[in-house]
């Protein structure tokens, strides 16, 4: 992952509404959630929470599925990772090993 790619995906985390999003619905699992869930279990209006899911789309943290007249938001896991390996990438790295 490009460092301009995570910093703009974890600028997007940065909001609180988004990151509770983003951790409903990786506690949702790989199936996601329907968006009125995520409404009803965040208390969150529909149009502000429209808002925060297109921003999440469009870093492709989460990516939304209609099935009928429902509409689905599946967190991407894959991307979730490249992420974290991105913020372990250089842990340590010159580091003294003596301490």
Known sequence: MEHEDAAKKLAELGN?????VFRFLVKAGHEGAAVGEIQRALNVP????????SR?????????VRES?????????????????????ECCKGVDDDR
């Open 16 to 20: 609180n509404t988004r990151l509770a």
């Open 46 to 53: 529909a149009s502000t929470l429209s808002h925060h899911i």
């Open 69 to 89: 007249r429902t509409l689905y938001c599946i967190p991407q896991y894959d991307v979730l990772t490249q992420l974290i390996d991105f913020l372990k990438e």
């Open 56 to 64: 999440l789309v469009g870093v492709g943290l989460i990516k939304q």
